[in-house]
C-alpha cells in the first residue's frame, strides 16, 4: 500500500511539472504574434519587443542557420564616421561580459569550437552576423546574438588593435584596380546621399574614429525593433520559441526612433568623369547610371537589361566586344539597393586599345539598344535563366538566409518570394523603355583605369594587366562567400561545458543518407537523394594526371577544356549556350594536373537534357581556329593580371623553391606561361583530347531530388561508347627536402605585401601522417581562432588575415604553408610575430585542450559542409577520386576523433623545421626587406 501511495504521489508530480512546463510553453507562445506566411516562410513579431522573426523549417539536413539582420549600414554614416558600420561590426565579435577572452570563452572561440561556419557583413543598408551550425547547437548561437545585441563591450584597447586590422583590410582593396575604380565612381556619382562613400570608409576616419563614435552608433540601431531575426534549417518551432524569449525577451525596444538619413540625391545636370592612373597593364571602363531602388517597379526590367547586355556568351557586350578581340571580358548589372543605385557597364581590355573609341563604342552600343530595343525571345530565355538560377542558388539553409537579408535590406522580404513573378512580368517593351529612361549621358558617371607602367623584378617581363571585378562580385565588407572571414580570436581555452551545460539539447531529426552506386556506361556513378526539392547537383571528373612527365606544354589542358565551350561539331556556341540559359544551368569544367573537373546544377526535370549537353560538349567540341586564337589572347590577358599581384607572384615563388620543373606542384613565372601559351597549336589540343577524354577512370556524383532510373538511362544514351582515356599515374620526381630561402619580390605601389612561408613535406592525402598534421596545422592557422589568427591578428593587429594550410597533396608529396599580408611598413614586425608562434608550435607541441577543440571543430565543419548539396557531391567526388567509398562519409569523422595528442605533436616536428623554411616576402618591399619610398 506504501508502494502504491508513492508512485500515486509521484505521478501527481509528474501531472503538475507537466501542466507547469505546458502553460510556460503557452506563455512562451502568446509573446509571438504571427504577421503572414508565404513561400514556406512564417513572418512572427516578437510583441515585447518588436523584433522580426522570419523561420523556414526544414529538417532534411541536422543544419540550422541563425542569423540576425540589423536595418543598419554604410548610408546611415556621415562625413567622420564613415566606415563605423564596418569597424563596429568587428568590434561585435570582440565579446561580451558573458562571451570574452578573459573567460576563455570568446565569440568566435565558442562557434568555432562547435564548427560554425560563420561571418557578418556590412553593406549599404544592412549589417547580417550569421552562423550555420550543427542544429543541436542552436541555443549557443541565439544565446550569443541576443548578448551582443546590447551587451558588446566596445573596450577602446579593442578598437584601437581591429583598426590596423581593418586598415589593412581597406589597404588590400587598395591593391585591386577594379575595386578602386568603383570607389571612385560611386564617389563621383553622388555627392550628397551617402551611398557616396564606401562601405569601408575613407582611410582617415578608419584611422581615428574615436570609441564614443562607434558606442554612440550601436547605441542608436542595435535594437531588437530594428532588427529580423531568421532562423533556416532544423529546428523545432516550440522549442525555438522558448530559446528566443529565454534570450532575447530580456531586451527593450529602442528607448528613441531609430534615425534614418533623409538626404536625398540632387538631380544630376550632366555627364561625369573619373579617372585614375596606376601599375597595371589591363585598362578599364566603367559607364555608370542612376537608377532607382530595389523596390521600384522598373527594376525588374533593369536587372533583365544587364543580363541581355553583359552576362553569358550570347550577350551583347560578348558578342560586340569580346568575340571581337576588343574586350578581355565585359559586364553589365544593375545594382538592388533600397535607394537610388547605379546600372553599370564594364569592360576589361588591353592598354593598346584606345580607350575613347571603346567608351564611344559602348555609347553606341547603348544608343542601338535603346533605338531598337532587344526581343521577346531574349527577354523570355533571360527571365527564365534568372528564375531557374535562383531556385538553384537556394542550396542549404546559409544560402537561403543570405538572400534573405538583401530582400530584407531591401525593404521588404516577400520579394523573396514575390521576385519571380515580378521578373516573369518583364516584356521586351519594358526593357526598352527603362533603357530609354535611365541610360542617359546627363545621368552618367564614366570611369577609366589607366595603367601606368608597373614595376617589377625584371624590364623583361610583359607588362602587367590590373586585376578586374567580374559580373558576380560583390564588395560586402565582409565577403559572405568566405567561411569564417575577419572574426575576433583570442588565445585562452575554452570552456564548452561551462558555458553550455546548461543548454537543451535539441535532437535533429535528419536520418542517415543512403547512396547508390553503379557502373552506368563506363562511369562510376554515386547518387545521394536528400531533402532538396526540384533540383539536382553534379560533380564529377575524368583523370589526366597521366600528362604530367610528358615533357609536353603544360597549358595545353587548360586551353582545351577552355574551348569545350566555343562550340560543337553539332551548334555553335550561341545555340549551344542559348539551350542551357534556358534551362538556367551553366556546366563549369575546368582542369588541374590531376583531373577535367566537371559541375552543374540543374533542376531535376532537367536533367536529361543537361547530361545530353554535356556529353556533347565533352565528346564532339569544334575546335575552331578562329575561337583558339581568341582564347589564347584571353588567355594571355588573363595571366597578364598576375603580374602585379603580391599573392599570384609570391606564390609563384614560392613554388619554385619547393619543387623542381616537372612537378605537379611547380609554377611557372607568368612571362613563362605566356609563352607556353603562345607556342600551342590546335593540333595540340586535339590530341590531347583525343588521348585524355573519355569514360575511363571517370566518376560522377548526383546529390539532391535525384531519379536514379532517369539518371542512368540519360548517361547510357549520352556516354554509351566513348570507352576512351587514361588512368595511368603521372610520372615525376619529388624533391628530397626543403632548402631554406628567403627571398622578396618587389612590386611598386602596392600598401599590402604578402607573407608566404612553406616546407616540402611529402605527404599524400591517404598517408597515415595527413591527419594528425592536419589537426595540427588547424590548430596553428585554421581559421579565426587559430594561434595565429588570435596572436598575430587579433592581440597586434597587425594584419587581416593569417593562415596555416597543407596543400598538393591530392596525388603528390605536399606541401605546408603560412601565408599573410601585412602593410609594407608592418612587414618585418609581423614576420617576426610570426615566427614567435611558428617556433612556440613546432618547440612546444599544442594542448590536449586545443586538441579537443580541434576536433570538434573540424568535424562540426564537416557536417555543416556537408550539409548542401554541393558540399555533398563535392565531398563524395574527393573520396571517389582517392579510392574511397561513400561510406567513408561516416568515417573521416572517426579518423579525427581518433587522433591522439602524440601524432599531432609527432607529427608536427617530423614535418616542419623552423630552421629549414621557404620565405617569400611580396610586395612595395626593396630588397633588404624595407618598404619602398
Not at 565528346?619 to 588573363?638: G, M, S, V, W, Y
Request: hydrophobic share 35%; net charge negative; charged share 20%.
Amino acid at each position: 500500500m506504501k508502494l502504491n501511495s508513492h508512485f500515486k504521489a509521484l505521478f501527481y508530480v509528474l501531472l503538475a511539472s507537466m501542466a507547469l512546463q505546458n502553460a510556460g510553453a503557452q506563455n512562451h507562445l502568446s509573446k509571438f504574434s504571427k504577421v503572414q506566411e508565404l513561400g514556406g516562410i512564417e513572418e512572427y513579431l516578437f510583441t515585447p519587443n518588436g523584433m522580426n522573426l522570419l523561420l523556414v523549417q526544414d529538417n532534411s539536413a541536422p543544419v540550422v542557420t541563425v542569423q540576425i539582420v540589423y536595418r543598419v549600414g554604410s548610408k546611415h554614416e556621415v562625413p567622420g564616421n564613415t566606415g563605423s558600420t564596418h569597424l563596429l561590426e568587428h568590434l561585435n565579435f570582440k565579446g561580451t561580459p558573458t562571451f570574452n577572452k578573459s573567460k576563455g570563452a570568446g565569440i568566435v572561440n565558442m562557434l568555432q569550437g562547435i564548427g560554425a561556419q560563420m561571418n557578418a557583413t556590412t553593406w549599404n543598408d544592412r549589417t547580417n552576423y550569421y552562423q550555420t551550425i550543427p542544429s543541436d547547437k542552436m541555443e549557443l548561437a541565439l544565446h550569443i546574438e541576443a548578448d551582443r545585441m546590447r551587451n558588446s563591450l566596445l573596450l577602446k584597447e579593442d578598437k584601437e588593435a581591429e583598426m590596423t586590422v581593418v586598415r589593412n583590410e581597406f589597404e588590400r582593396g587598395e591593391n585591386n584596380p577594379g575595386s578602386l575604380l568603383n570607389k571612385e565612381i560611386w564617389a563621383t556619382a553622388y555627392m550628397a546621399h551617402p551611398y557616396h562613400h564606401a562601405t569601408i570608409g575613407w582611410r582617415s576616419d578608419i584611422e581615428n574614429m574615436p570609441i564614443e563614435v562607434l558606442r554612440d552608433f550601436y547605441n542608436t540601431y542595435y535594437w531588437p525593433d530594428n532588427a529580423t531575426l531568421t532562423i533556416v534549417g532544423d529546428f523545432k518551432k516550440d522549442q525555438l520559441f522558448t530559446l528566443v524569449d529565454k534570450y532575447f525577451g530580456k531586451i527593450t525596444k529602442a528607448p528613441h526612433t531609430i534615425i534614418q538619413p533623409y538626404t536625398t540625391e540632387p538631380e544630376q545636370l550632366g555627364p561625369r568623369r573619373v579617372t585614375i592612373k596606376k601599375p597595371g597593364q589591363q585598362a578599364m571602363i566603367t559607364v555608370a547610371y542612376k537608377i532607382p531602388g530595389t523596390m521600384h517597379d522598373d527594376l525588374p526590367a533593369l536587372n533583365v537589361l544587364g543580363q541581355i547586355l553583359g552576362s553569358g556568351t550570347s550577350s551583347i557586350i560578348s558578342k560586340t566586344f569580346v568575340d571581337k578581340g576588343l574586350a578581355t571580358y565585359g559586364y553589365a548589372s544593375a545594382t538592388n539597393f533600397q535607394e537610388v543605385g547605379l546600372f553599370s557597364i564594364s569592360l576589361g581590355f588591353s592598354p593598346d586599345k584606345n580607350i575613347e573609341d571603346l567608351n564611344q563604342q559602348i555609347l553606341e552600343m547603348v544608343e542601338k539598344v535603346k533605338n531598337e530595343g532587344v526581343s521577346q525571345e531574349d527577354v523570355n530565355r533571360v527571365v527564365s535563366k534568372m528564375n531557374t538560377q535562383t531556385i538553384l542558388s537556394r542550396d542549404g539553409s546559409g544560402s537561403i538566409a543570405l538572400e534573405l537579408t538583401e530582400t530584407i535590406a531591401g525593404g521588404d522580404w516577400t520579394e523573396y518570394v514575390k521576385g519571380a513573378e515580378r521578373l516573369s512580368k518583364v516584356t521586351a517593351a519594358d526593357v526598352k523603355r527603362v533603357a530609354n529612361s535611365y541610360l542617359l549621358e546627363n545621368q552618367s558617371t564614366t570611369g577609366y583605369f589607366i595603367p601606368e607602367e608597373a614595376g617589377g623584378n625584371t624590364s623583361a617581363q610583359p607588362k602587367a594587366s590590373g586585376f578586374t571585378m567580374g559580373e558576380e562580385t560583390k564588395y560586402y565588407y565582409r565577403n559572405p562567400n568566405v567561411e569564417n572571414v575577419e572574426i575576433e580570436t583570442n588565445s585562452n581555452k575554452i570552456n564548452f561545458e561551462e558555458l553550455t551545460s546548461a543548454y537543451e539539447s535539441i535532437e535533429p531529426t535528419q536520418k542517415s543518407k543512403k547512396f547508390t552506386r553503379k557502373d552506368v556506361a563506363g562511369i562510376d556513378v554515386v547518387t545521394a537523394k536528400t531533402g532538396a526539392k526540384g533540383f539536382v547537383t553534379v560533380a564529377a571528373s575524368l583523370p589526366i594526371a597521366s600528362y604530367v612527365g610528358t615533357g609536353k606544354n603544360e597549358m595545353i589542358p587548360d586551353l582545351t577544356v577552355g574551348m569545350l565551350s566555343k562550340g560543337t561539331k553539332l551548334q555553335d556556341k550561341f545555340q549551344f549556350s542559348e539551350k542551357l540559359e534556358k534551362l538556367g544551368a551553366n556546366i563549369r569544367i575546368n582542369s588541374d594536373v590531376n583531373n577535367v573537373n566537371i559541375n552543374f546544377k540543374c533542376l531535376s526535370e532537367d536533367v536529361n537534357t543537361v547530361i545530353e549537353l554535356l556529353a556533347e560538349e565533352l565528346r564532339q567540341p569544334l575546335f575552331d581556329a578562329k575561337e583558339f586564337e581568341l582564347l589564347k589572347e584571353q588567355t594571355i590577358n588573363n595571366y597578364k593580371r598576375g603580374l602585379t599581384d603580391p599573392a599570384t607572384l609570391g606564390s609563384i615563388a614560392l613554388a619554385q623553391a619547393l619543387y623542381p620543373k616537372g612537378h605537379p606542384n611547380y609554377k611557372y613565372d607568368v612571362s613563362t606561361t605566356i609563352e607556353k601559351i603562345e607556342a600551342v597549336s590546335l593540333q595540340d589540343l586535339k590530341e590531347f583530347h583525343s588521348t585524355y577524354f573519355g569514360t575511363a577512370g571517370m566518376h560522377l556524383v548526383a546529390v539532391g531530388d535525384v531519379d536514379t532510373k532517369k539518371l542512368y538511362a540519360a548517361l547510357k544514351q549520352s556516354f554509351s561508347g566513348w570507352n576512351r582515356g587514361s588512368t595511368a599515374k603521372a610520372v615525376f620526381e619529388n624533391p628530397s627536402a626543403t632548402v631554406s630561402l628567403e627571398k622578396i619580390v618587389t612590386i611598386p605601389k602596392k600598401p599590402s605585401a604578402e607573407l608566404f612561408i612553406g616546407s616540402y613535406t611529402g605527404i599524400e592525402r591517404n598517408d597515415k601522417d595527413y591527419v594528425p598534421l592536419y589537426v595540427g596545422t588547424n590548430i596553428l592557422g585554421g581559421g579565426f581562432s587559430g594561434r595565429l589568427m588570435q596572436t598575430v591578428r587579433d592581440n597586434e593587429g597587425l594584419t587581416y588575415g593569417i593562415y596555416a594550410n597543407h596543400s598538393g597533396h591530392n596525388q603528390a608529396g605536399g606541401f605546408w604553408t603560412v601565408n599573410a599580408s601585412f602593410n609594407p611598413t608592418l612587414f618585418s614586425k609581423g614576420l617576426e610575430s610570426t615566427k614567435v608562434q611558428l617556433e612556440k608550435w613546432v618547440n612546444e607541441g599544442v594542448t590536449a585542450e586545443e586538441l579537443a577543440t580541434s576536433k570538434n571543430s573540424i568535424n562540426g565543419r564537416f557536417k555543416v559542409g556537408t550539409a548542401t548539396t554541393s558540399g555533398l557531391a563535392q565531398t563524395l567526388l574527393s573520396f571517389l577520386e582517392r579510392g574511397l567509398s561513400p561510406d567513408y562519409l561516416d568515417e573521416f569523422p572517426k579518423e579525427i576523433e581518433a587522433v591522439t595528442l602524440e601524432e599531432v605533436n609527432k607529427a608536427i616536428t617530423k614535418y616542419i623545421d623552423t630552421d629549414k623554411l621557404v620565405i617569400i616576402k611580396s610586395g612595395s618591399l626593396d630588397q633588404q626587406g624595407q618598404p619602398l619610398e
